[in-house]
């Protein structure tokens, strides 16, 4: 239990003592609680620490302690200055978990805003918990079309969400980076072995990002979705080394893809690919540290970087800042989920200083929809998003390499920018080479 919770629950316990007084005296027993509470602005923030997802979790303690510091003396807005309460909770990777900690706090708590993070399997419950409650929520770190047609939006209607707004990339960023990497200073056969589960990110990259690929060229060969949790992939590695591929993409959880990749070099596969680009896995320096050398030469996409020009307003931190700031707390490499976590933050604050009542959850939620603005991990509009509700982010394509020297085992080095030529390029894409 944090130590705002507690201090909550102290007062609360006081609260009730004083039930036993007469009406007038308890009202006026509560009065500076209730003025309190209306100077109080009380924030969810949902992710996963623990599990499968645990990666994308790894550094939000360091972000979260980064913006109660920032808060410690209130946010000031329109004139008033409000306490911020944040209350963080963790999924342990299971959705059923992340909707129940949504209700609970939205019931027990009565936050006024939610923010949340990282795949579907934690978002998405999040924030259908939130529309249904009408509690205004930020979220980000799901390609946009796994949030918004995942949780039941059709094409060409309108949205049917009110309440919950999302920042991220999408297939139209993944086609950008994909081509982009594929055509890039490596060549191959453009023979594309591609592995998606059967689940939301799977099912919304097979829908809407693959025929993109094949129209631009590329020879698709997928095997059909898999259930997570798969241990053989016998077939599917047999499936892509008949086909010839050369490039490999894939959406797995990060477990997934260590099992597959170990079962591909044992099989021989991993020595005719050329080029492996992946995506939900192979984010952070402890997934690729797990690998060993297998990790060596895989790019993916990098939703934030140290090297992204991009600073936070709330933190005064720009982007290299907060990677030494993590490495000096930590002693761990920096990783990429930093970026996203604390730009949540950043968009919530520009929200909440557009909106007419901070305390007002309709009025936040018209603040949400309009909201323009630049974060850490770089600029947010959601005037002009791909369909309501939803801003969409960059995605720059960066490589792990074996470190040459430095404490760390690895480099993420980037190596193009079609999305965002304003981040520098590091280095040249090489082969993967097995």
């Known amino acids: 239990m944090s130590h705002q919770e507690s201090a909550a629950k102290a007062g609360l316990s006081r609260r009730l003592i004083l039930g036993g007084a007469a009406g007038l005296s308890l009202g006026a027993a509560l ?105 205004p929520c930020l979220s980000t770190i799901v390609p946009w079309e796994s949030w918004y047609f995942g949780r039941g939006a059709k094409p060409g209607q309108p949205s049917p969400f009110k309440w919950t707004y999302h920042f991220c990339f999408g297939t139209e960023q993944f086609k950008d980076l994909y081509i982009s990497t594929w055509n890039n200073t490596v060549s191959s056969n453009k023979r594309v072995a591609v592995l998606c589960p059967n689940d939301a ?16 060229g590329f020879d698709m060969v997928d095997p059909g979705g898999y259930q997570d949790g798969t241990t053989d992939y016998s077939a599917q590695i047999a499936m892509f080394k008949k086909a010839g591929c050369e490039v490999f993409c894939t959406f797995p959880i990060p477990p997934d893809f260590t099992a597959f990749w170990r079962q591909a070099a044992q099989q021989g596969l991993t020595r005719q690919m050329k080029i492996v680009t992946v995506a939900k896995t192979g984010l952070f320096p402890s997934q690729m540290e797990a690998l060993g050398p297998l990790g060596y030469g895989i790019n993916a996409g990098a939703y934030w970087h140290p090297v992204f020009p991009y600073s936070s307003a709330l933190t005064g931190l720009s982007s290299m800042q907060l990677a030494n700031a993590y490495q000096n707390k930590t002693g761990r490499q920096w990783e990429q989920q930093l970026g996203p976590s604390l730009a949540l933050f950043d968009a919530m604050v520009a929200t909440l200083k557009s909106a007419a009542d901070p305390k007002n959850k309709a009025a936040v939620a018209k603040a949400m929809s309009t909201l323009q603005t630049t974060t850490v991990m770089g600029k947010i509009d959601f005037v002009n998003g791909p369909v309501p509700n939803v801003a969409t982010t960059n995605l720059i394509g960066a490589q792990w390499m074996k470190a040459k020297s430095g404490k760390f085992k690895l480099d993420y080095r980037t190596f193009e920018h079609v999305e965002d030529t304003s981040v520098p390029i590091q280095g040249p894409l090489e082969p993967y080479k097995m």
């Open 201 to 216: 990110d799977g099912n919304a990259i097979r829908a809407h990002l693959l025929p993109d690929l094949s129209k631009a």
């Open 31 to 135: 009065s500076p609680a209730r003025a309190a509470a209306a100077n109080t602005l009380r924030v969810g923030f949902v992710s996963p620490r623990t599990g499968p997802l645990a990666g994308f979790g790894e550094g939000d303690p360091f972000i979260l302690s980064l913006v109660r510091k920032a808060f410690a003396n209130g946010l000031a807005l329109n004139g008033t200055t409000y306490e911020v309460s944040i209350f963080d909770r963790d999924t342990q990777s299971d959705p059923s978990r992340a909707s129940q900690l949504a209700k609970d706090l939205i019931n027990g708590q009565q936050i006024d805003l939610m923010l949340t993070t990282s795949t579907p399997e934690v978002v998405n419950p999040v924030a259908d918990a939130c529309e249904a409650a009408g509690v």
